[in-house]
């Protein structure tokens, strides 16, 4: 790499960081909803809202995954309970699908980074998509036991 | 003048929601001192965390504006890319780290750059597909359920991708 291409990369590099920098105050602000989401609502919430309804179940799953922000660790480790207190298949997996597509905590600022329309879309979609995908995994798994 | 307009409305919008965000702060530590005290240190926890994937970003967003230009960004994710946009888009959403947010100002650029709306969909909905984190998950619920979400949340993202293209015509 010549002279001339590494000055022009360190100016990528510099406008990179400059357009990063202009989008940081929404990063924080979504780092810090988080922070204040986790310490207000327990973890241990997620297991009172479930019934034993499966179809009802589904849709509870996948719209607290929905509003649920974090590591998807979490996600992994919170079905894994929720399954172990019969919490149906359907549930734990919409409701672990929808943790890591759906981002309620995150909307405002996917809006301001890729647009309203595009953010209320996606996360939409992805919400409704969260319900067949339980019911497809579900149904291909209850053979196996 | 428009750029310094549209660098304006953004401030604005960029300011707008962290500052909504201060107002909850304030408001909880009226009602609840020690708890909110908790939530930020869990907030710089968070931060800590992402800080060295926010480097890996940035040098990311530096490399791909360098090696791929607007033309090459339209070829390789624009309406002609065909099959080989959607595999980049789904290998891409697998392979990437980290808290999705951290890749909005990224994914800004590659659509100024003439990227598809439905690809971005495409690789945000596919960051659900976590290599790392396959061990925990088949301990929790077994290989059969790995591979029947995985297969699954792929096929789902390329339904996504196609639906957003749809409904917001290529537009953003």
Redo the contacts between chains.
């Keep these: 790499m010549g002279r001339a291409e590494r000055k022009s990369f360190l100016r990528v590099l510099i406008n990179a960081a400059s357009s990063f920098a202009l989008g940081f105050p929404i990063l924080l602000g979504v780092i810090l909803l988080m922070g204040l989401l986790g310490t207000l609502i327990p973890s241990e919430w997620l297991f009172k809202v479930f019934t034993a309804n499966p179809l009802w179940d589904t849709l509870t799953g996948a719209a607290v995954g929905s509003i649920a922000a974090g590591n998807p660790i979490n996600s992994y480790v919170m079905g894994g309970e929720l399954l172990k207190e019969g919490v149906s298949l359907y549930a734990v997996t919409a409701f672990i699908i929808a943790w890591v597509t759906v981002g309620l905590v995150q909307l405002p600022a996917e809006a301001a980074f890729l647009g309203g329309k595009f953010a209320i879309l996606r996360n939409g979609l992805s919400f409704i998509l969260a319900l067949p995908i339980a019911a497809a995994t579900g149904l291909i798994l209850s053979p196996l036991g | 003048m428009a750029k310094a307009g549209k660098?304006g409305r953004?401030?604005s919008?960029?300011?707008g929601?962290?500052l909504?965000?201060?107002a909850?702060?304030f408001l909880?530590a009226l009602y609840?001192p020690s708890?909110?005290v908790?939530?930020?240190?869990?907030?710089?926890k968070?931060?800590a965390n992402?800080a060295p994937i926010?480097v890996v970003?940035?040098?990311l967003?530096?490399f791909t504006?360098?090696l791929l230009s607007p033309g090459r960004a339209a070829r390789y994710l624009s309406g002609k890319s065909g099959w080989r946009g959607w595999l980049l888009a789904i290998i891409g959403g697998i392979i990437s780290t980290g808290p999705?947010?951290?890749w909005?100002?990224m994914?800004?650029?590659l659509?100024e750059q003439g990227v598809r709306?439905g690809l971005?969909?495409a690789f945000?909905?596919n960051?659900?597909v976590?290599i790392p984190?396959i061990p925990?998950?088949m301990?929790?619920?077994g290989l059969?359920?790995v591979l029947?979400?995985t297969i699954?949340?792929i096929l789902?993202s390329l339904?996504?991708g196609v639906?957003?293209e749809l409904?917001?015509g290529g537009k953003?």
């Design positions: 660098t953004e401030v919008a960029s300011l929601f962290p909504s965000v201060s909850l702060y909880s609840n708890a909110t908790e939530a930020l240190l869990r907030s710089l968070i931060l992402i926010l970003v940035i040098l967003m530096a504006s360098y999705i947010y951290v909005y100002p994914l800004r650029r659509r709306p971005l969909a945000l909905y960051r659900a976590k984190l925990l998950m301990y929790y619920f059969p359920f029947t979400l699954l949340t789902a339904l996504e639906a957003i409904l917001l953003g």
